[in-house]
């Protein structure tokens, strides 16, 4: 890790990234991709310990593809073709999806955090631990920082500093929802007898709520449940393996014999939502931007692909690549995210966490449900990411062609450049504009923004190999550094 000390530290830099999780760093990646120059600040003098989030989702996946930087996390993590939803035993499928990442990786935070530090150093980001935000103060020429080792300021400031964000707090920036109403016991811990299947087990009956998945270390198991006699005991109340584990056999009638815990907690359903992403220099990314219940394993995978549509905006700003209004594209097509995210980890926890017989009932009739191919796909379309899409109301709709359109996600596809094979996420690991011309004769080249500079853009000619109905039809495409479509012609 770099070393500051306190004569040599340089305090002025373009971009500010408060907060060292793995939103704030794949932020500063982005950034330092793009030669911002950016630094990150955070209180904690290591990384966390605690493997708050579990489930990488495909379409996170496809976003480390498009940097190259897939392999690790693959290489570490346990793939699941299936998720559930509400504690449902349905289970979300993901199979009829165009990409390379068909499933969601069950992975420790511990491991996500730590691969993006490496990568976030490897690119030469500073990152300022033990240094703790203390107050943010905004004017014209930009936002002055603050901390426990002196100010620090920039044009701009990011808040990735969590649920209880202090650059949202200090940028009087709302953050409106509902307080915690019920409170799960969480525990990642040996199970001498797991549940047969290897994969993840959720039930609810009229004696609580109980979820297992395996934690992709091939040795714990994570482990939620919910008491139904005392659904809503004060989140800081010690959780000890015995009460867990008594949970879980009144729950389950099954002693599943838990032993060593690595961590044990309780958490609510407390869900919150930020008013703006945006305010004057100051952005918000992550947890700082909306908290929920973990349902579905969504909150990681929203607050890195928050980052990845924010990094190389902010990115094209500083370098006067863009015009500041690029900025506000950011709350326009993120915050609607965040919105459905609040929205169905809300019905989802309604779902899992009511033990009455009419919501048995109700959860009976949702499992059917779910069977129907076409209302599962727009579930799992939804908390996978593949169906995220920017100027379609956020999802896409059902009766837009299967084809590339502007909004839409672009899945990998095997390509012949010339006589070269190559894939179109190895085309976009620099993180540029790309524009790929398909059709063999000359077409006209699909609409550019007015502001984008062609001279920035890389031009590819190249042929699709294989079948890519995502393709199909289609000329030439531009594509911008997320991974998204900003406009295509047609063949």
Not at 82 to 95: D, H, I, P, Q
Not at 204 to 228: E, F, K, Q, T
Not at 342 to 353: E, G, H, I, R, S
Not at 437 to 444: N, S
Request: hydrophobic share 40%; glycine share 8%.
């Amino acid at each position: 890790m770099l070393d500051f000390t306190e004569s040599s530290m340089k305090t002025s830099y373009d971009v500010l990234v408060c907060g060292a999780g793995p939103v704030g760093l794949w932020l500063a990646c982005e950034l330092k991709l793009a030669r911002i120059d950016v630094a990150v600040l955070d209180r904690r003098p290591v990384r966390t310990t605690e493997s708050r989030a579990l489930a990488i989702h495909g379409r996170t996946l496809e976003m480390f593809g498009l940097r190259g930087c897939a392999g690790d996390f693959l290489g570490a993590g346990r793939k699941i073709p299936m998720m559930e939803y509400g504690a449902l035993n349905t289970r979300l499928v993901f199979s009829s999806f165009e990409s390379r990442f068909p499933f969601t990786l069950f992975l420790r935070q511990t491991r996500t955090e730590e691969f993006l530090e490496k990568r976030a150093l490897a690119l030469g980001v500073p990152l300022l631990r033990e240094t703790e935000v203390t107050q943010v103060a905004e004017n014209e020429s930009g936002v002055h920082v603050t901390t426990s080792r002196g100010p620090f300021s920039a044009p701009w400031l990011v808040g990735a500093d969590g649920a209880r964000s202090l650059v949202r707090h200090q940028a009087g920036i709302g953050f409106d929802g509902f307080d915690g109403r019920v409170t799960a016991m969480l525990g990642d811990v040996v199970l001498a007898k797991p549940p047969e299947g290897g994969g993840i087990l959720s039930m609810v009956n009229a004696r609580g709520a109980l979820m297992m998945s395996p934690l992709g270390d091939d040795v714990h198991h994570r482990v939620i449940a919910i008491d139904a006699a005392r659904p809503s005991v004060e989140k800081d109340t010690p959780l000890t393996v015995a009460e867990l584990a008594s949970a879980a056999l009144k729950i389950s009638g099954k002693n599943y014999e838990m032993g060593e815990a690595s961590w044990l907690s309780r958490f609510t359903d407390a869900t919150r939502l930020a008013s703006a992403y945006r305010k004057g220099r100051i952005l918000l990314a992550g947890d700082a931007a909306h908290i929920h219940a973990p349902m579905g394993g969504q909150g990681l995978n929203v607050g890195l692909q928050d980052a990845m549509n924010l990094g190389w905006k902010l990115a094209m700003v500083v370098r006067k690549q863009a015009p500041e209004s690029l900025l506000d594209t950011y709350h326009s097509e993120r915050r609607p995210v965040g919105q459905m995210l609040f929205d169905n980890t809300l019905a989802q926890v309604a779902l899992a966490t009511d033990f009455t017989p009419p919501n048995l009932s109700l959860r009976n009739t949702m499992n059917d449900i779910l069977s129907f191919p076409d209302v599962n796909r727009r579930l799992a379309g939804e908390i996978s990411g593949f169906d995220i899409a920017y100027g379609y109301d956020t999802v896409i709709p059902e009766n837009l062609p299967a084809c590339l359109a502007a909004g839409k996600r672009v899945p990998d596809v095997d390509l012949m450049i010339d006589t070269q094979p190559a894939t179109l996420y190895d085309c976009m690991k620099k993180g540029e504009w790309v524009h790929v011309a398909l059709a063999p004769e000359k077409r006209d080249d699909p609409a550019f923004p007015e502001w984008l500079k062609p001279d920035i853009v890389k031009y590819i000619r190249a042929r699709c190999v294989g079948n890519s109905p995502s393709f199909t039809g289609i000329a030439s495409v531009l594509i911008r550094p997320d991974g998204y479509v900003h406009s295509v012609t047609m063949a």
